[in-house]
């Protein structure tokens, strides 16, 4: 259920990403389809989990032994995930007498667990059925199991404490020894969890088998048990990387739309002067400003097609332009002018025209230019050559300022690769030089 919740949210945020066009179409849908697939696979995983009831582990090697994720459910509906360790060593006598001392000398720390002091056993102990990496079984019992049961779990004490000796049989293979210890139990302040309980109860059931099935218990306190695999979270993870994928499409979207607009900027940053010579040009041809936009734009639009003759009648090159013919092609500064000139054919005043050209640019030389524009409509086209022939002084020198700047940051990007190849020459030098000492 909570794999389906994650799944409907990843495919919501998708949707939601697309309507508000930070995805195109092709990209949802196969974001989507991913998501959808890593539905599909979590489902599957999650009926075979269900429908594989374990009554058994087959161990027919020892690759089959070690550590394995089981699930275990209840009839009123609780879950526990438990891990059933599996031995698999075979020792001689003298090695598994070794080992068991080695455990023994180890377990008066071991089963206190987070009890201080023997004296005092106020929380569940540590019982574990081996120690980790050790292949001893051991099995715990007490001389008062009313008080504290084989798993180490409290059920119950007199306040002043009660006395009780802890006792268990350490078991590999055929060689066995006993552990005794006196503990003072007190009243317990925890409950040891119902998983670890069932681990412990299963392990112990299936004490001393080395080989063959282990058998896991159908019922635990009176209540039956199921057991099953635990499965993969392949399909929780597909769906998610389909989500991160439609992040990152987004991030990548965006930084691809901001790398344009800076590309945009700095193309009709310059192409300013140069707009602005061809506006004086036509005015002092006699023509009004809207003949000259409309003259720039038939201009650039002859241009344009000249262009695009010339590079289709050479052959050789023909393949190499088609894809980057209209990047190069397009001036933006030129395509906003076509734009308000078209505007302006379609019954838009100049006057609107111009305040449109100045937020559609959105750079500061433009919407000064189109603020003029502007202004010289209102007072009744006074002044404006002045204006303009200042305002283009003002941008060539910009221009200038600019370029000087641009050369600076190209001589700075190719100091490494000087200093990289003086490098190289003094090696070329020095270390022949040495060579002869």
């Not at 317990?188 to 063959?212: P, V």
């Not at 399909?235 to 389909?242: C, D, M, N, V």
């Not at 409309?294 to 088609?322: C, D, G, H, M």
């Not at 500061?364 to 006074?382: D, F, I, S, W």
């Amino acid at each position: 259920m909570k794999v389906m919740w994650f799944s409907m949210l990843s495919a919501g945020i998708l949707v939601f990403l697309r309507y508000r066009r930070l995805l195109d179409m092709k990209a949802l849908l196969v974001l989507l389809i991913i998501n959808l697939a890593g539905t599909g696979l979590s489902a599957k995983e999650n009926f075979l989990e269900q429908r594989n009831n374990v009554t058994e582990l087959k161990r027919d090697s020892a690759q089959d032994a070690g550590e394995m994720e089981m699930t275990v459910k209840t009839d009123d509906g609780e879950i526990y995930p438990v891990t059933i360790h599996l031995p698999y060593e075979e020792y001689t006598k003298e090695e598994a007498g070794a080992e068991i001392q080695k455990v023994m000398s180890t377990l008066d720390k071991e089963i206190l667990g987070k009890n201080t002091s023997p004296e005092k056993i106020t929380r569940n102990l540590n019982l574990p059925a081996k120690l980790q990496d050790s292949p001893v079984n051991i099995s715990w019992y007490s001389s008062r199991p009313d008080l504290l049961d084989a798993s180490g779990v409290i059920h119950g004490s007199d306040e002043g404490g009660t006395e009780v000796i802890l006792m268990a049989d350490l078991t590999l293979q055929d060689v066995s020894e006993s552990y005794r210890r006196n503990i003072v139990i007190f009243p317990s302040e925890e409950e040891d969890s119902k998983a670890e309980q069932i681990r412990l109860f299963a392990e112990n059931m299936n004490e001393g088998s080395r080989k063959g099935t282990f058998f896991l218990p159908d019922r635990f306190r009176g209540k039956g048990i199921r057991w099953y695999r635990k499965g993969s979270r392949n399909g929780i993870i597909l769906s998610g990387f389909a989500l991160l994928a439609g992040i990152m499409w987004v991030m990548r979207e965006k930084d691809s739309e901001k790398k344009e607009q800076e590309k945009r900027n700095e193309q009709m940053l310059r192409d300013y002067p140069g707009l602005l010579s061809k506006m004086q040009l036509y005015l002092h041809a006699g023509l009004s400003m809207r003949k000259t936009l409309e003259r720039i734009e038939q201009s650039y639009r002859r241009q344009n097609v000249l262009e695009q003759r010339k590079k289709k009648t050479n052959r050789t090159w023909r393949k190499a332009w088609k894809n980057t013919a209209k990047k190069q092609d397009v001036r933006y500064a030129y395509e906003e002018i076509s734009l308000i000139c078209a505007k302006m054919r379609s019954g838009m005043t100049e006057l609107e025209a111009y305040e449109e050209f100045g937020r559609r640019c959105s750079l500061p030389c433009y919407k000064g230019l189109a603020l003029l524009l502007t202004q010289n409509m209102k007072r009744g086209g006074t002044g404006l050559l002045d204006q303009l022939e200042r305002e283009s002084a003002e941008a060539f020198e910009n221009r200038k300022r600019e370029a000087k700047m641009e050369g600076e940051k190209a001589g700075i990007r190719l100091l490494l690769p000087m200093c990289l190849m003086l490098i190289v020459v003094m090696a070329m030098v020095m270390v022949p030089a040495m060579m002869q000492f």
